[in-house]
């Protein structure tokens, strides 16, 4: 015959056991969901891709085989470096979120001269950057200015690290580019300063 005290003991080393297998299956089922968001959210975008190319829209630029974990690349200051010739042959390629704007008091407010931070006249496809990216620096942005090469010319409050701002002539077509996250190529000699 058990004693009541060690009946007591048994179901509370039961409940505790219990609670312990409980936990572990909410925690897998949480890492299970993390990771098939990750998953579709990755095929999402690729899929959105694919239907822009698909109606002769940009393709967007290539990817490095590991993508940075939250997808934007904090730049380090640009500095004169020793790398050599070989250097200069592969682009780097960094991700940014891409904005745009134009010069009209909504989007530039007292600024709104259309003169810029780097005292250029905006009036040519042109980018606002950081401050990690001097002025003067070239950048290839898919989708914008035919694919040329642009220089950074122009600053601007929200454009903090990870982030661009591409000038447009009129606020419609600032409007119609939207939000973008984009692999940008940073011209490789411009890398070496």
Known sequence: MTKPGRRRADVYDA????????????LAAILLAAMLAGLL???AAEGNNHHAAARGGDVPSPVPAKE????????????RTSAGPEADAVPRLHRFRVTAYCPCARCCGRWADGVTASGARADHPLVAAPPSLPFGT??????????DWVAVEDRGGAITTGRLDVFFSTHAEALAWGVRDLWIELDAKESAR
Do not use: E, K, M, N
């Open 41 to 43: 959210g990755r095929s």
């Open 138 to 147: 070239r950048l290839r942005i898919p989708g914008y200015a035919g694919g």
């Open 15 to 26: 409940l505790w056991v219990a609670s312990l297998i409980l936990f572990a299956a909410v």
């Open 68 to 79: 940075p974990r939250g997808g934007v690349v904090q730049l380090p200051p640009l500095r």
